[in-house]
């Protein structure tokens, strides 16, 4: 006699998915708005991590890339008339998951270096999800399962290679950014910003994060949008962000990183610009 499967595991995973699309609805939307996070402070985790090369691919946030794919599992896991290939593509859905997952998981630890809490919940998320369509599933044929996510991975694998590729690309020199970063500190120079500023956002990008950490930045809006600018700020004559104070002059608005070079006589290695 064939016993009724449970329904219990497809339905945790769509209350799992809930929650993913919940937080990723979240940090695109305070990325696309320049929102602060919430639970992070001014040069945070997250906030670092928001403002990171990596958390855009081709202007649109890479959060919005993880709501879409958490709306696929939710959908998977509800909708009525899915039987044959419900599990087969929770499974497919959710190993792709881990595996984008587990490469921004080396991205946060070895590039950016810091702890997201978002992050860090997207993460246990969608390996309890891959977790549940492995053992809330009765699978006839684990050879297939196992060939099947197999291609998977090698796809996610090379997605995800090719999508920093592309990110890594348009950051540019990372070694020279890094020096002229350090260059800019050891000069006395000063980067006026504020966390809300989207063009500063930018201007910080064209480092890239290995030189964001060196690069001499001055917080002028710590306390949140709307409120006093901060008095170092305030005293430098700072009027709109960013603006670059450099060996007595003031520049402002995004500057590309050879002007930046040029403003302060670093010696630019011979090809790059």
């Known amino acids: ?24 609805a979240y940090i695109t939307w305070t990325k696309l708005n320049a929102a602060p996070v919430a639970f992070c402070t001014e040069g945070g985790g997250c906030d670092l991590v928001l403002q990171s090369s990596y958390a855009s691919l081709l202007g649109i946030p890479l959060a919005a890339f993880g709501l879409g794919l958490y709306a696929l599992l939710l959908l998977t896991a ?22 984008f997952t587990g490469y921004l998981v080396y991205l ?3 590039e950016i270096a810091a702890f997201c809490l ?61 020096a002229l970063a350090k ?33 001499p930045y001055v917080e002028c809006s710590p306390n949140g949008r709307g409120t006093p600018q901060a008095q170092v700020c305030t005293d430098a004559g700072i009027e709109g962000y960013p603006t670059w104070v450099i060996n007595g002059k003031t520049y402002t608005g995004e500057k590309k990183l050879a002007d930046l070079a040029r403003y302060t006589d670093f010696q630019l290695p011979e090809g790059k610009s």
């Open 1 to 24: 006699m064939q016993t009724t499967e449970a329904t219990w595991p497809r339905w945790t995973v769509a209350a799992l998915a809930t929650l993913g699309c919940a937080l990723t």
């Open 78 to 99: 509800v909708l009525p008339g899915l039987d044959r290939w419900r599990w087969p593509a929770l499974f497919s859905f959710s190993l792709l998951g881990v595996t």
């Open 108 to 110: 946060l630890i070895y």
């Open 183 to 215: 260059h800019l500190a050891k000069s006395g120079a000063k980067m006026y910003g504020a966390f809300w500023c989207p063009h500063c956002k930018e201007q910080k990008e064209m480092f890239g994060e290995q030189a964001l950490r060196f690069l």
């Open 118 to 178: 978002f992050c860090a919940g997207s993460a246990v998320l969608m390996t309890s999800i891959f977790v549940l369509t492995l053992i809330g599933h009765r699978w006839e044929k684990p050879d297939n399962l196992v060939l099947g996510g197999l291609a998977v991975v090698l796809l996610a694998m090379g997605g995800s290679y090719g999508v920093f590729s592309v990110q890594s690309a348009s950051a540019g020199s990372l070694p020279y950014a890094q």
